[in-house]
């Protein structure tokens, strides 16, 4: 197995996501007709899986709910504790781990349509997926019913996010490169 401990670089890098991942929680635009509000947390979550290791995206997802769910003010609109993950968008917050991972891995980083595709897959598919299907448990409501209020109204604007993650992944990953 490759090396599994973590490093001051990995520890860093997750970290900052994570801070960034909570400072554009508090950037929301709430709709009345779901309890999901528009944040930018989609876009961090696919630059975290594009520009970090697969270690390093999963990490800073997980000490972003670590702390959220602690009790610090992280989630959307300044949310916190175990009560977020128990309600309507606990499983968009539950998926983001798994987009991240996921972005990661199918990410290409010299070619930007396997980029876009795998920030649409991560970034989008994966997250709504979880997110619909978990709103849908704990509301009671169908999955049809749910996907109209939790996931339909995101789309366009989760694919935005997907096609300005992409290059600026790229400038990310470059610049980095750069500095090695």
């Known amino acids: 197995m490759k090396?599994?401990?973590?490093?001051?670089?990995?520890l860093t890098y997750s970290?900052?996501?994570?801070?960034?991942l909570a400072s554009v929680?508090?950037?929301?635009?709430?709709?009345?007709?779901?309890?999901?509000?528009?944040?930018?947390?989609?876009l961090v979550v696919m630059l975290a899986g594009?520009?970090?290791?697969?270690?390093q995206a999963g990490l800073s997802m997980l000490i972003f709910?670590?702390?959220?769910?602690?009790?610090?003010?992280?989630?959307?609109?300044?949310?916190?504790?175990?009560?977020?993950?128990?309600?309507?968008?606990?499983?968009?917050?539950?998926?983001?781990?798994?987009?991240?991972?996921?972005?990661?891995?199918?990410?290409?980083?010299?070619?930007?349509?396997?980029t876009a595709l795998a920030m649409?897959?991560?970034g989008v598919v994966i997250i709504h997926l979880l997110g619909v299907v978990w709103m849908s448990l704990v509301t009671d409501m169908s999955l049809a019913e749910t996907f109209i209020?939790?996931?339909?109204?995101?789309?366009?604007g989760d694919i935005i996010k997907a096609a300005v993650a992409t290059p600026l992944s790229n400038k990310i990953n470059n610049y980095l490169e750069a500095k090695k």
């Not at 090396?3 to 990995?10: C, E, F, G, R």
């Not at 594009?50 to 270690?55: G, M, P, V």
């Not at 949310?79 to 539950?94: H, Q």
């Open 65 to 114: 709910l670590l702390i959220g769910f602690s009790g610090a003010p992280v989630f959307a609109g300044g949310n916190a504790g175990i009560g977020v993950l128990a309600g309507p968008t606990g499983g968009y917050l539950v998926a983001y781990p798994l987009g991240a991972i996921t972005v990661n891995l199918l990410v290409k980083k010299d070619s930007y349509y396997q």
């Open 149 to 156: 209020a939790g996931s339909l109204p995101f789309m366009p």
């Open 3 to 10: 090396n599994s401990k973590l490093t001051i670089q990995d």
């Open 25 to 42: 929680a508090y950037l929301v635009i709430p709709l009345p007709f779901s309890p999901v509000p528009i944040t930018l947390q989609t």
């Open 15 to 20: 970290a900052l996501f994570a801070a960034l």
């Open 120 to 122: 649409i897959l991560g």
């Open 50 to 55: 594009a520009t970090l290791s697969t270690k």
